[in-house]
T-cell receptor, first 114, second 113 residues
Framework: AQSVTQPDIHITVSEGASLELRCNYS??????LFWYVQSPGQGLQLLLK??????LVQGIKGFEAEFKRSQSSFNLRKPSVHWSDAAEYFC????????????FGQGTELSVKP | EAQVTQNPRYLITVTGKKLTVTCSQN?????MSWYRQDPGLGLRQIYY???????DKGDVPEGYKVSRKEKRNFPLILESPSPNQTSLYFC????????????FGSGTRLTVV
């Protein structure tokens, strides 16, 4: 069965520091891959997605993610974190033929220290 | 403003009392879906709809019903709510199922006592 693992439940970084959030997936073929962000009391917002092609994907808000097939990973990165980036981040995968279903990881909560 | 609107945002109800959570999108999206979010479990799909009058079950459909009579609306119905349906619910829409650029609503926090 497909699954998504986000190993870090909670991460704290200092403002201005770099960030990497980990995501590993279990899947037989290359899935479609996504990162979403959820601010407190809000719905989820799509940061970026990977379907095929260039394995380094640029998203909104200065985020990027790199697909590594050999490691079954799709880690999210940002070179310099801002206090407004504090939120919960979800990695998700899809096979593309399951009625649009996304399989979500459990989420990583990001705190930003001043 | 392009958006998905859910109502109500918060709801406390009693076991067995039928309720409906409404979802409406103003983007002419074909695809709509309902998810529930529970601590430690992430988001799980309840139902989805690829277009008007086309709906299908997701991973956790038990205890829920949906309908898609109009393109813009996709209500979630709990005929006889139970405490295990206490959760945070999200409606999402996308131009087409292949797009996956979902727009999510702000969520409905439901408590069943």
């Amino acid at each position: 069965a497909q699954s998504v693992t986000q190993p870090d439940i909670h991460i704290t970084v200092s403002e201005g520091a770099s960030l990497e959030l980990r995501c590993n997936y279990s899947y037989g073929a290359t899935p479609y891959l996504f990162w979403y962000v959820q601010s407190p009391g809000q719905g989820l917002q799509l940061l970026l997605k990977y379907f095929s092609g260039d394995t380094l994907v640029q998203g909104i808000k200065g985020f990027e993610a790199e697909f590594k097939r050999s490691q079954s990973s799709f880690n999210l990165r940002k070179p310099s974190v801002h206090w407004s980036d504090a939120a919960e981040y979800f990695c998700a995968v899809s096979r593309g033929n399951q009625g649009g279903k996304l399989i979500f990881g459990q989420g990583t909560e990001l705190s930003v220290k001043p | 403003e392009a958006q998905v609107t859910q109502n109500p945002r918060y709801l406390i109800t009693v076991t067995g009392k039928k309720l409906t959570v409404t979802c409406s999108q103003n983007m002419n999206h074909e695809y709509m879906s309902w998810y529930r979010q529970d601590p430690g479990l992430g988001l799980r799909q309840i139902y989805y709809s690829m277009n008007v009058e086309v709906t299908d079950k997701g991973d956790v459909p038990e205890g829920y019903k949906v309908s898609r009579k109009e393109k813009r609306n996709f209500p979630l119905i709990l005929e006889s709510p139970s405490p295990n349906q206490t959760s945070l619910y999200f409606c999402a829409s996308s131009p087409q199922v292949q797009d996956y650029g979902y727009t999510f609503g702000s969520g409905t926090r439901l408590t069943v006592v």
